[in-house]
């Protein structure tokens, strides 16, 4: 079994590889050549714990996956996690991976193909919303996607604001990173938004035509109480993008909306028919992708990160006969 940190699964990583690899996990969920259970929560004083297994014809994968909301105040990561690959024929385990490393990349790939997929080519201009562990990735792969040279970042702690530029200024030296005042501000400046936090209520304002034409993703609200969207942003699309149908019973960003009849059920389409090419999205409408994860995506992850390695000669070895 191959041991892998979250260093080596970075430098394994070929970003464009890696997206596309992403691509393919949508179409094999919608040509249904995977089995992915429902995952597992368990609560305890705030915190969560996510069991997510998921299985193909040549690997299945489990990850182990643990959310503390408090952790990034007393200097941790609020979300810890491993990854285990298993061969499909034996069942044998051939990798243990940095889930944190591998649940960022992945989450940056699925954002960075929805932006993909909802926005004009020559979109050139991003907000994040929440400059957390994800908020990296996130604009790593979104300027990837798109040619954006513009990129406003807000957080209640502008210190995290701080930091994140400065890890990402040296990546993307042809952005200009700011700190946005407020999510008012940010909007004003942003073709596309990324909201990447734990928040229980809406963290971008309620005001309808501030999201004329723009393009949002979604990636924080993974539980019915969680919420970062406002009633605002609904009123002004016809249909929103999921990563999962699972989304509509998980994530208070559709649970609530759909409540108030906002939207309906009807109007959430899996992200998977878009990438199967069976539906198009107009990219000149304001556009809606929310995003609360699937194991799938953590299986394709390492089996490409696994592979890598081999090619590579990466890892720790352990003897697991």
Known sequence: MLILDKKQIIKL?????????????????????TIVPERMHVDLNGNT???????????????????????????????????????????????LMDGGAITALRTGAVSG???????????????LVGAGEQGFYQLIFACMERPIRKVAIFDKNPEKVDALIAKL???????????????????????????????????LPDIPELYEGKHVVAIGSFKPKMRELPDALFKKVEQVLVDTK?????????????????IFRDSVIPFSKIASGKIQVSTSKTTVFKTVGMALFDLVAAKYVYEKALEKDAGILLDFD
């Open 49 to 95: 714990l996510l069991l997510m297994p998921a299985g193909m014809d040549d690997y299945f994968a489990t990850k182990l996956l643990t959310i503390n909301p408090k952790n990034p105040a007393n200097g941790h990561p609020a979300i810890y996690a491993v990854v285990i690959l298993n061969d499909g024929k034996t069942g044998k385990p051939v990798a």
């Open 13 to 33: 990583t070929v970003l464009k590889e890696f997206s596309e690899a992403m691509l393919d996990s949508f179409r094999m969920l919608e040509e249904k050549k």
């Open 169 to 203: 200024t040296p990546r993307l030296p042809c952005v200009h990173f700011r700190k946005a005042g407020s999510p008012e501000q940010l909007l004003d400046k942003s073709q596309i938004v990324i909201t990447a936090t734990t928040s229980e209520t809406p963290v």
């Open 113 to 127: 193909l929805g932006i993909r997929f909802t926005s004009p080519f020559e979109t050139h201009t991003a907000g």
């Open 246 to 262: 699972t989304a509509v019973e998980e994530s208070g960003d559709l649970i609530i909306p759909i409540q108030k009849s906002l």
